[in-house]
């Protein structure tokens, strides 16, 4: 740990085309309507490849989108209080409040003018705190139509899971026929299942690529890997993220052949479970002064990508397709389709059990050569902090430092950014991690 | 002994009570979180079904476990279990509803010592017609791990009785909500809560009894005090009877609430089919819906405001376990509801411990002000 190496370091070659395809995601949702596509909301983990049995789609995933207002204080606070000033409370989902706060202004984020009207809400519920509660208020405001599909089945792991399957696939079948209606269009299967063909790929593309960080030095921080996220998490259902993907996957292979560093004073790693306090993300870059690198976070790897834990080997792999599964059927037509959907996300570890879940932590702490945790405790969000003292001891009871802190993930009102830093720093000597003299 | 005071005797010696039945039964006793859990099954299979409650006292024993923005009914009832209060528990089980529950019986079922332990999996899409079958899986799921645990085969015949005698408590408890009509109130908010708090921890056999008991009295009872409003509480858990007791000595009755702890616990039938456990199954999906399973506000909306109007409601407090997200999103909405019909609301945010001296100032701006508007 006081030996100090110096990494080269570069740029991605691929950056900027990774910050233009993120953009248009943003700026299809104004344009959208007017090249007559579907603008859908929802939340990022819902398997919106779907959508496109309807046509050409426009999809919303709030969380992103409120993700980027709480990285801009300026524009997040008048959110916030035009959500609150509608009697909401400041304790609710702080994605959810810098989202409905910028529909309530008729502000739109990315490209300035008014908020999108959405032509209907279609999501998954996989967090009991809020999500179908926040497209029911959208729903209301604008008067669009809502529906969704319950599917948390991780919560359970007694039993046979097969009735939930059922009820997740019966409810997919269902959706598109409530689709149809809403629309006016007639769902084609084929496109369909070819969006979900790419939506799987470009999951299993994006967790590979996640999974090349464990390389030592990372050739990708995670502040990297946030700004590229969007791509796998809005455009996951289109061939051109795979494209993009691929490139990036070879480019990151080339930057592990050669000990290309994303920090070149790389020498204390830190994996983190939950998204960052978004309006602090200096936070990372002033912890590269003590030459700490964040090489990923659990949840950001497995939303919006997914990779395969061998549980009883200590392993994490890339993930395959469904199709190329072993007694995985091929989808020839929507039945298929949906329960591949239903069994796909039944065993994605997004759902997997609490006890199953501490065991990955484990194990993607280890693939990924962590030196440390650090936790969020995380005031703008219920379920991701439930269960955080029960990690915090179970990683603590397998050896692996663990470091704290408190705040909110995107309410920047809520966070104490210097009694943060001084806790880290404190956490940082203890480990016998300094800041370096030439920093 | 009025059945009222029988009432408040076994609140007041909860656990006394349960170990008695233990040991005079012979059965098992299974603790329960969440009014989704269907009593009716563990009820048919020999148990004792005990809702896990908190008891308001100012305590710390849950800050290693639970991080303080999950909600205090949940911190407080983690509580019971980590101060060792249901040692005599057989099981524990839990339908999954919200996060703030999940926490408390996550870190029961892991650092409680538990010989059963039991997870529904609720369907939470109620509107979608596969929910009713899913839960009958779940159902079927859970009567096997029982069996399992119990040694008690469960049959037809034991759904069926165990349907009626639950049935016949609910209707008893809606009769007894019937005389809360009256402009002359034979009973208050307080004591009709301990009757319902009663029948989440007592025997339903027993409970029967001492609802008759009391739809017997009622007739004769009178207050023993002008009524004063007539409020309806709306909200979410809320057993804390000291509070509601202080609320109406400030000159007010609850004459209706909407609450899991009342009304919306006990409100709809398991309407008998041949298949027991899918009647069961619908009866839990098309309930009185708890904020936490829908997503779709007009179901509970418009249920809450015709029983506002059907119970002669003056004045509602919309309350709320702070943190609670469900309800923080449904009271905006319920208020603007209940200002369409002129009838004045007060929200309120409660915690473990409850600072009635800050609530009561509070209480009595809205009271005065609400009494020059109906008096």
Redesign the interface.
Known sequence: MTTNVKYKSKPLDCWQWGKELRLEAYQDLISGHEQGKLLVLGCAATPYGMLAGLGDFVFLAGEPYGASIAADPPFSIPCMEAYEA????R???GYMRNFLGSMYLDKYYFTGGSFPKFDFAWSV?H????H??W???VS?YQGIP?N???D??M??N???P???I??VA??YL?TIEWMEKVTGRTYDDEKAIEAMRNYFRNEALWGEICLLNGAVPAPLDIKSLFALMPISMLRRHEKIATQFLETLRDEVKDRIANQIAAVPTERYRMNMLTPPPWSFLKIFRYLENFGVVFVGTYVYLINSGEVKFLIDEGKVIPATVPEERPGWPEMKNREDMCRTIARWRAEHPFQSH?DTRKKEYVILFRHWNGDAYLLL?N?GC??M??????FQRDLQSHGIAVAMFEGNFADCRDIDETGVLDRLEAFLEGQGIHELKEA | MSAIEKFEEILENRHQYAKDWKQRTGGKVTGWLCTYVPVELLYAAGMLPVRILGTHEVQDVTDRYLFPTVCPFSRDALAQGLKGRYDYLDGLTMSRTCSHVQGTFDNWRNYVPIPFSHYIWLPCHRESPRAVPCLRGELLDLKQAIEKFTGVTVSDEDLDKAIELYNTNRRLMRQVYEFRKSDDLPITGAEAMEMVVASQLMDVVEHNKLLEDLLAELPNRKLDREAGLRLMMIGSEMDDIVFVRMLEELGCTVVIDEHCTGSRYFWDDVIPEEDRLGAIARRYITRWPCPAVSSEFNDRGDRIMQHAKDWDTQGVLLYQQKFCDPHEFDIPSLAQNFKELDIPTLVLEFDVTIPFGQFRTRIEAFLEMAELEVF
Request: net charge negative; with cysteine; charged share 30%.
């Open positions: 509608k009697g909401y409370s304790d609710m989902c519920r967090c009991p705190a809020g179908p509660k497209h029911q208020l209301e809502m969704y599909i319950d948390e089945t919560l359970s007694e039993g046979d097969q009735h939930r059922d009820y019966g409810q269902d609490l405790l005031r219920v379920p902090t439930t269960s955080m003292y029960d």
